[in-house]
């Protein structure tokens, strides 16, 4: 009974994302970062997702590392995916500046910004969407993409709530330290659940 009390729904929730976040920092590093950090993000969506739809009430830190193992190729190739797309987008960027025809410039330039600006939106989707669908690897930036297009309240919703968020942390140094990317990615996968189509729910 008293658990369900919101007093206590919050409760658990916080220590839950205090946890989460831990549990991403200690197997990012584990990682060395550079293996680690998409499967611990993977992990951390996936297991958000549960926690959203309460469908699971296995430990967190067997949920994590269970998530952590079975997504640990698949998250790092559709992260490499996405940062050689951002990598890309980023060359084409500075690439522009040595384009002297102004009209050629302005063009080039606002096409490229717009793409940069999706581009960005599309990684607050990106995982999940890659814990929630069963999908090709290739697949999951163009789902991604498409929800930004169709679901542009959630979006902007999502975007306005990330700033709030670091504009916090910010302010509170030490939510930073105790919620980090554990209250981004509760948010992120709270609204992109609210996207999903209820036939795909």
């Known amino acids: 009974m008293y658990g369900t009390q919101w007093y206590m729904r919050i409760g658990n929730l916080g220590f839950n994302l205090v946890l989460l976040n831990f549990l991403w920092i200690v197997f990012s590093f584990f990682g060395l970062f550079i293996v680690g950090i998409f499967p611990a993000t993977a992990a951390l969506f996936a297991v958000m997702r549960l926690i959203i739809m309460e469908s699971d009430s296995s430990s967190i830190t067997k949920l994590f590392w269970t998530k952590f193992k079975s997504e640990f190729v698949a998250a790092n190739i559709?992260?490499?995916?996405?940062?050689?797309?951002?990598?890309?987008?980023?060359?084409?960027?500075?690439?522009?500046?040595?384009?002297?025809?102004?009209?050629?410039?302005?063009?080039?330039?606002?096409?490229?910004?717009?793409?940069?600006?999706?581009y960005l939106l599309s990684l607050m989707y990106i995982f999940s969407v890659f814990v929630h669908y069963d999908l090709k690897l290739s697949q999951y930036?163009?789902?991604?993409?498409?929800?930004v297009i169709a679901r542009p309240l959630h979006t902007l919703i999502m975007a306005i709530s990330i700033g709030a968020i670091s504009f916090l942390y910010l302010q509170l140094p030490v939510l930073l330290f105790l919620f980090g990317i554990s209250l981004i990615s509760f948010v992120l996968m709270k609204f992109s659940y609210l996207s999903f189509s209820k036939k795909e729910v």
Do not use: R
Not at 141 to 147: C, D, E, G, S, V
């Open 141 to 147: 930036p163009k789902h991604a993409f498409i929800l």
């Open 78 to 118: 559709v992260g490499y995916i996405m940062l050689f797309i951002g990598l890309v987008l980023y060359a084409d960027f500075k690439a522009l500046h040595y384009i002297n025809q102004d009209t050629l410039y302005t063009i080039l330039m606002s096409a490229t910004m717009v793409v940069i600006f999706v």
